[in-house]
């Protein structure tokens, strides 16, 4: 069985690995299909917070093939996703049903336990999802990207009828896009410097997308109001003083994509002059899992026009160069195990 393995700052390497024995409480899961995601890239980019020598892959899709013992509800043959947090089930978080801020908040398959870039992962049953018959692997896949997206607008205090501006077309800004969209948006606007990104972003249900140097095109276009809300999905200096420049007076700025530590804000003062919201996002809990889960079972998300690239577990090293490098083209890059 071969497996990808994190081995640092831009290493990523293939290597052989045992297929894995299941614990009471366990179920073995045989991989279909794994998604990239920006977090990988970014600790590919910066050699962490990943631990090295951990097989990576947290965003994936499989059919049940083995039971433990003390599993109950689970059955061989079922298609499934997995919420790979691992939370500690003991912390005030866990116990108030916010395990994405339990103290053990970057533990995760993937990322501190070994993921699912291989044949077959082993995994506790509770982090398993069914997934309903007419959801593909692919949405399987992805629901955990989806599931950021729908923490983040019911966060936002999203409210039917008002107006967004997403900045970042990835795959997180068009998650975004299509639940607003679902949410009863009124007009949703984009800022994205890649011109296939923006297409895609207008064919997912943006209204209509700009290069982030005319986010003054937005406010003109909002009676030279602002958006009610701006989800900025890239989370550098620049994005964030464009999200205070662009919003509406009274507005909520929800930071979703923020991985830097420090950045620098020229006009700060818009925030209490203008009576401007930030609020930040991380991750998701287990009943979010599931509302993304329906989402793609009613058929109110397409995840297919945001998949650019199906690989072989064998060009996964290859394409961590690409997605290293922006910016570029791809968008979701699924590994086929099929
Ligand atoms: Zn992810
Ligand atoms: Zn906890």
């Not at 689970?74 to 912390?91: R, W």
Request: glycine share 8%; charged share 20%; hydrophobic share 40%.
């Amino acid at each position: 069985m071969k497996v990808a393995i994190f081995e640092g700052k831009e290493q990523i390497v293939i290597k052989d690995g045992v297929k894995p024995e299941i614990k009471s409480d366990e179920v073995l899961i045989q991989v279909k299909k794994v998604a990239i995601c920006g977090s990988d890239v970014g600790s590919y980019e910066s050699g962490g917070p990943y631990l090295p020598g951990k097989i990576i892959g947290h965003e994936f899709s499989g059919i049940l093939v083995e039971i433990g013992e003390d599993v109950k509800k689970l059955k061989e043959g079922m298609k499934v996703t997995v919420n790979p947090q691992i939370p500690c089930y003991e912390c005030y978080y866990c116990l108030h049903d916010q395990e994405n801020m339990c103290k053990l908040q970057n533990f995760a398959y993937g990322t501190t336990e070994n993921g699912a870039m291989r044949e077959f992962i082993n995994v506790k049953a509770e982090r398993i999802h069914v997934l309903p018959d007419n959801v593909t692997y692919e949405e399987g896949a992805t629901v955990e990207p989806l599931s950021v997206a729908v923490y983040a607008v019911q966060q936002s205090g999203f409210q039917l009828g008002q107006n967004a501006a997403v900045i970042g077309a990835g795959p997180i800004g068009l998650m975004i896009i299509q639940v607003l969209r679902s949410a009863g948006a009124n007009k949703i606007y984009v800022l994205e410097p890649v011109e296939s990104k923006q297409k895609i972003a207008m064919d997912l249900g943006a209204d209509k997308a700009f290069l982030p140097k005319a986010w003054n095109k937005i406010v003109r276009l909002t009676d030279r109001l602002g958006p009610d809300h701006v989800y900025d999905c890239v989370g550098l200096s620049s994005t964030f003083t464009t999200a205070l420049q662009l919003i509406k007076k009274g507005g909520n700025i929800t930071l979703i994509g923020l991985h830097a530590s420090t950045i620098e804000v020229n006009n700060i003062l818009l925030m209490t002059t203008n009576n401007i919201s930030v609020r930040g996002v991380y991750g998701y809990n287990q009943d979010i899992y599931k509302t993304a889960i329906n989402l793609y079972a009613q058929k109110k998300i397409r995840v297919d026009p945001m998949i650019t690239n199906r690989i072989r577990l064998e060009q996964v090293p290859e394409i961590f160069k690409v997605l290293g490098n922006p910016p570029h083209d791809e968008l979701k890059v699924i590994v086929d195990f099929e």
